[in-house]
């Protein structure tokens, strides 16, 4: 009986969460890195239509690490291409574990998922297709320990 009204109450949670946060997502996408071995001249590029250009977003960076990577900071390299074909180039370091080595964001086992901030608080000036390209910026040609790599753009206020 208790475990029926156990789930009776977490489907009603999740009726009145769930939809809230699926209202300020604007594009979550991923992609896996084969054999968990990112190489230095792979790129994940993501395409994203916007169509707001009066709100404010947030940019997110999703990492996945296994445990077994070997340092604990990664840089990116994130070229931003706007619509009318503007590009703006970032280096952004993610740190991944803390100053006593134990691994940040969730995840229990050998993976780690990490939402790293990468863009806060800002209005896309036009509508249209942005492309998002990442890039490793470690100094090894074959990165071992990356699960996958995505970015998340949602809504938010000031």
Same mark, same amino acid.
């Given at each position: 009986m208790n475990r029926i009204v156990f789930a009776a109450a977490v489907s009603i949670w999740a009726i009145f969460v769930f939809p809230s946060c699926s209202e300020r997502s604007v594009y979550n996408s991923? %992609?896996?890195?084969?054999?968990? @071995?990112? $190489?230095?001249? $792979?790129?994940? @590029?993501?395409r994203v239509n916007i169509t707001d250009t009066t709100s404010v977003h947030n940019v997110y960076i999703n990492l996945r690490n296994t445990t077994s990577y070997p340092n604990s900071n990664l840089y990116l390299f994130i070229q931003t291409s706007s619509p009318n074909?503007?590009?703006?180039?970032? @280096?952004?370091?993610? %740190?991944?574990a803390d100053q006593r080595g134990r691994w940040l964001g969730k995840g229990f086992g050998a993976l780690r998922d990490n939402q790293i901030p990468y863009k806060r608080y800002i209005r896309f000036p036009e509508a249209g297709t942005y492309?998002?390209?990442? +890039? +490793?910026?470690?100094?090894?040609n074959q990165l071992k320990g990356i699960a996958s790599v995505g970015i998340r753009i949602e809504k938010t206020k000031l």
């Open positions: 991923n %992609v896996d890195i084969p054999k968990e @071995t990112w $190489s230095a001249d $792979s790129i994940a @590029t993501f074909g503007a590009m703006l180039r970032d @280096t952004m370091e993610c %740190v991944l492309e998002f390209s990442i +890039q +490793q910026g470690m100094r090894t």
